[in-house]
């Protein structure tokens, strides 16, 4: 049974704060407060501030507490804190698709809190070092539904600190059941790389298993989604965020253009941008319309670069897709340059 039940902070509730300096000062003393007197007390009861009260602070200049606490008995929390400012290396930055998050604007959730949702440990062969390791794992969708997530978002996107971009749309976050890494051998991400690792993974990683659902390893490009270096994600629309790539010339596309509009968006998009703004990773530094010159004009040259740049340019650092199928090339060339339907 979950029982809602909305406590009040007295000390913050319908006082003055003289001078107000800000709701960045009212964040923090909430926050203060809410982890002393709520959370310490029980681990099981945590407080959802609604962005929407801290910014009416901000213009009422006037304090209001109001805590919602949500109570459940031996279950997932409900919500986890919401800060307004990043207060560790470790926060994980929302920097958009919460409710009342206007644009530019970020939030952020602790590791420490990550982890107060239910985590479990899966023991796999070789993902961070070598041989057999334990990771400790939260399942996505928890920490999704632990957020105040706008109704309309039902993608993930996330973003890495060298510019890579992964996208977990819908159908994916049903069935392959991705998860963020917490623990490496139980080391945390203040004690990344863990021991055999050169490379920090951290802050955050993004992953999907075959322990837990049996086939994933066979998904094309599934490297893409067990991104490293993840300190920042977004809740998005699918619909939204996909219009560049089906608006324009991208209206209309052939059968083939779509089917390459999918491995565009699952692969390619990880360190590109595409046609029209269509969000990707900045990690190529290659924009679009250099890679549409190649399929367009220079399609032999663009269809081995994409399956072995390094036997075109020896000093290329992009990844190689030995394992595309001419089908596969002929759908991402007919998606690149927009081949129309019925033409
Ligand atoms: C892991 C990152 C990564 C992924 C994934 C990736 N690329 Fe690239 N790509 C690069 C980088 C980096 C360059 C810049 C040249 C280099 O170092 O290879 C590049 C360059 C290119 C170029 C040559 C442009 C030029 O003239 O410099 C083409 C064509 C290209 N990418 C197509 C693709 C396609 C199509 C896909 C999807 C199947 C893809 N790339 C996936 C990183 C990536």
């Given at each position: 049974?979950?029982?809602?039940?909305?406590?009040v902070?007295?000390?913050?509730?319908?006082?003055?704060l003289?001078?107000?300096?800000?709701?960045r000062r009212?964040?923090?003393d909430?926050?203060r407060v809410a982890?002393?007197?709520?959370?310490s007390r029980?681990?099981?009861?945590?407080?959802y501030?609604?962005?929407?009260?801290?910014?009416?602070?901000?213009r009422?200049g006037?304090v209001?507490g109001?805590f919602?606490t949500?109570?459940c008995?031996?279950?997932?929390a409900?919500?986890?804190?919401?800060?307004?400012e990043?207060?560790?290396?470790?926060d994980?930055?929302?920097?958009?698709?919460?409710?009342?998050?206007?644009?530019g604007?970020?939030?952020?959730v602790?590791?420490?809190?990550?982890?107060t949702?239910?985590?479990?440990?899966?023991?796999?062969?070789?993902?961070?070092?070598p041989?057999?390791?334990t990771?400790?794992?939260?399942?996505?969708?928890?920490l999704?539904?632990?957020?105040?997530v706008d109704?309309?978002h039902?993608t993930?996107?996330?973003?890495?600190?060298d510019?890579?971009?992964s996208i977990y749309?819908?159908g994916f976050l049903?069935?392959?059941?991705?998860?963020i890494?917490?623990?490496?051998n139980g080391?945390?991400?203040?004690e990344?790389?863990?021991?055999g690792?050169?490379f920090?993974p951290g802050?955050?990683v993004i992953?999907v298993?075959?322990?837990l659902?049996?086939?994933t390893q066979?998904?094309?490009?599934?490297g893409h989604?067990?991104?490293?270096?993840?300190?920042?994600?977004?809740?998005?629309?699918?619909?939204?965020?996909?219009?560049?790539?089906?608006?324009?010339?991208?209206?209309n596309?052939?059968?083939?253009?779509?089917?390459?509009?999918e491995?565009?968006i699952n692969?390619?998009?990880s360190?590109?941008?595409g046609?029209?703004?269509l969000?990707?990773?900045?990690?190529?530094?290659?924009?679009?319309?250099i890679?549409?010159?190649?399929?367009?004009?220079?399609?032999?040259f663009?269809?081995?670069?994409?399956?072995?740049?390094?036997s075109?340019?020896?000093?290329?650092?992009?990844?190689?897709h030995?394992?595309y199928?001419d089908?596969?090339?002929?759908a991402l060339?007919?998606f690149?340059?927009?081949?129309?339907?019925?033409?």
């Amino acid at each position: 049974m979950v029982m809602y039940t909305i406590g009040v902070a007295p000390r913050l509730l319908f006082s003055r704060l003289t001078p107000f300096d800000g709701e960045r000062r009212w964040a923090r003393d909430l926050a203060r407060v809410a982890r002393s007197r709520v959370i310490s007390r029980a681990t099981h009861l945590r407080f959802y501030m609604p962005p929407a009260v801290i910014s009416d602070f901000g213009r009422r200049g006037r304090v209001l507490g109001i805590f919602l606490t949500i109570f459940c008995p031996g279950t997932l929390a409900t919500s986890l804190p919401v800060m307004t400012e990043r207060a560790s290396p470790f926060d994980l930055e929302i920097s958009a698709g919460l409710e009342h998050q206007t644009e530019g604007q970020s939030f952020f959730v602790s590791w420490n809190d990550i982890i107060t949702l239910p985590t479990s440990e899966l023991e796999i062969q070789g993902e961070f070092v070598p041989g057999k390791q334990t990771i400790t794992i939260v399942m996505l969708k928890d920490l999704w539904g632990s957020l105040p997530v706008d109704a309309a978002h039902d993608t993930l996107i996330a973003y890495c600190t060298d510019g890579y971009f992964s996208i977990y749309q819908p159908g994916f976050l049903a069935t392959q059941k991705p998860f963020i890494v917490v623990r490496i051998n139980g080391a945390g991400p203040d004690e990344w790389p863990p021991e055999g690792l050169d490379f920090n993974p951290g802050p955050f990683v993004i992953s999907v298993s075959d322990k837990l659902v049996p086939g994933t390893q066979d998904i094309l490009d599934v490297g893409h989604k067990r991104p490293w270096g993840v300190n920042n994600v977004q809740f998005v629309s699918l619909a939204e965020i996909m219009a560049p790539a089906r608006s324009g010339p991208w209206a209309n596309l052939s059968k083939r253009g779509e089917d390459g509009r999918e491995l565009w968006i699952n692969s390619c998009s990880s360190c590109h941008e595409g046609p029209q703004g269509l969000s990707g990773g900045n990690k190529s530094q290659r924009p679009f319309p250099i890679l549409a010159v190649h399929a367009q004009h220079n399609e032999d040259f663009f269809r081995q670069y994409v399956r072995d740049p390094k036997s075109l340019v020896p000093s290329a650092t992009m990844e190689p897709h030995p394992h595309y199928s001419d089908e596969q090339l002929d759908a991402l060339v007919a998606f690149i340059t927009a081949e129309q339907s019925g033409g």
